[in-house]
């Protein structure tokens, strides 16, 4: 990761209004944990972008990040204006109605979601927020049977979400087995977070190169 820094910042020096470049090193410094830095890096993409919907969708998953989630909202639902049918944005949309406690509104959103790892990933959540149980267990049955290569990542985060330590860490396994390409988002104190005082979960990360 510190190698990637120091490139992302070398290509912001020589290209400071590059709106790729901004919206790259805004990634990396969301990964490490260093919000303040996201969101003022994305601001500036955004100024330059004003109708770029990834731009719009990156700012807002930012404000969702740091708890600003009325401002997230609006640059979602801006988002989806500008494009109604962007992948994602539902998706985003649906976690900040879950952290807003409204919840029959982010099992909507989900439902709206046009990828379908997120879709299933985005129902099983939502449904175990409302106590449906059953529903939320065939949501994410569907998701591991339908992407089960592909989704290690996303099957970790939920279960672990779920509160399922001992899954989350065997889809962790998985995904570190076949190279997901999620896996260095296991560095973003973002995710996880209830896994980080499990014994497994240095072990783990040093194996990533990320300890």
């Not at 303040?36 to 972008?49: F, G, K």
Request: hydrophobic share 45%; aromatic share 6%.
């Amino acid at each position: 990761m510190h190698a990637a820094d120091v490139e992302f910042r070398r290509a912001f020096e020589l290209a400071p209004g590059n709106v790729d470049v901004l919206k790259a090193r805004a990634g990396l410094a969301g990964i490490l944990g260093r919000y303040d830095e996201t969101i003022e890096l994305l601001q500036r993409a955004a100024a330059l972008d004003p109708l770029g919907t990834s731009t719009l969708g990156a700012l807002g998953t930012a404000y969702s990040t740091v708890g600003r989630l009325d401002e997230a909202e609006t640059l979602l639902r801006a988002a989806l204006d500008l494009n109604p049918r962007a992948g994602v944005m539902h998706s985003k949309l649906s976690s900040v109605r879950l952290k807003q406690g409204r919840l029959e509104e982010a099992l909507i959103e989900a439902s709206l979601e046009p990828h379908p790892v997120l879709r299933l990933s985005d129902l099983a959540m939502a449904r175990h927020a409302l106590g449906q149980a059953a529903e939320s267990d065939a949501a994410l049955s569907e998701l591991i049977a339908d992407h089960a290569d592909i989704a290690a990542f996303d099957i970790a985060l939920l279960c672990a979400q779920r509160g399922e330590v001992d899954r989350a860490f065997e889809w962790l396994e998985r995904g570190y087995t076949q190279r997901d390409s999620g896996m260095p988002l296991v560095a973003s104190p973002r995710f996880f977070a209830s896994l980080h005082n499990d014994p497994r979960w240095l072990p783990f990360t040093k194996k990533m190169g990320l300890g």
